[in-house]
């Protein structure tokens, strides 16, 4: 089983402020690395997907880089409604797997 | 608009049965896999398996292979998970979700969500 570990687990930031968040896979999983944003309450949506293609409808704001082991997520110029929980996801292996999950918090 | 609609809250007791369901809409339904996701009380995101709908195959991850079972009903384009003996550490939210290509696809729909609370 392929594990993702995502970092930092917890990360406080302030409106306009540039975040990356991380994602490192136990072994290469190519570009089928995905990315979720959950909200508390909500289900979870996704944001990009095989590493560093934009979902419809989300903001210019997110994207992704990476391939291999080592993935990235940015958030550039953040806003208020980016608080939430983001977790990576793989499907280059059976089963699929989830990071642990990052969650911002807006100063 | 292309939606999954999950079955309302559950309360069930330790031991019981349960099914839950997850009911497709705007799309064909034999064309994407269907995932289940676990979700428990204030932590992250489980994968607990995936089924085609077209040839009702489920891949479990192994840490629900035999927990549960993952079935569908494809003449009314819905998705199944099914517990035979409920325990307390089943009290999760689970969510089903629409896997684009195949089994390497990201889940690109999901449903709102079913709570299950197992208690005595």
């Not at chain 1, 406080?12 to 072994?27: H, L």
Request: aromatic share 10%; with cysteine; net charge neutral.
């Amino acid at each position: 089983e392929i594990v993702l570990t995502q970092s930092p687990d917890f990360q406080s930031v302030t409106p306009k402020e540039k975040v990356t968040i991380t994602c490192r896979a136990s072994q290469s999983i190519g570009s089928r690395l995905h990315w979720y944003q959950q909200k508390p309450d909500q289900s979870p949506k996704l944001l990009i997907k095989y590493a560093s293609q934009s979902f419809s409808g989300v903001p210019s704001r997110f994207s992704g880089s990476g391939s291999g082991t080592d993935f990235t997520l940015t958030i550039n110029s953040l806003e208020a409604e980016d608080a939430a929980t983001y977790y990576c996801h793989q499907s280059s292996s059976l089963p699929h797997t989830f990071g642990q999950g990052t969650k911002l918090e807006i100063k | 608009e292309v939606q999954l609609v999950q079955s309302g809250a559950e309360v069930k007791k330790p031991g019981e049965s349960l099914k839950i369901s997850c009911k497709a809409s705007e799309y064909s339904f034999t064309s994407y896999w269907i995932g289940w996701v676990r979700q428990m009380p204030g932590k992250g995101l489980e994968w607990m398996g995936i089924i085609s709908p077209g040839d009702s195959d489920p891949r479990y991850s192994p840490s629900f292979q035999g927990q549960v079972t993952i079935s569908v009903d494809k003449s009314i384009s819905a998705a199944y998970l099914q517990w035979s003996s409920l325990k307390a550490s089943d009290t999760a939210m689970y969510y089903c979700a629409r896997l684009t290509a195949g089994v390497v696809g990201t889940l690109d729909v999901w449903g709102q969500g079913t709570t299950v609370t197992v208690s005595s």
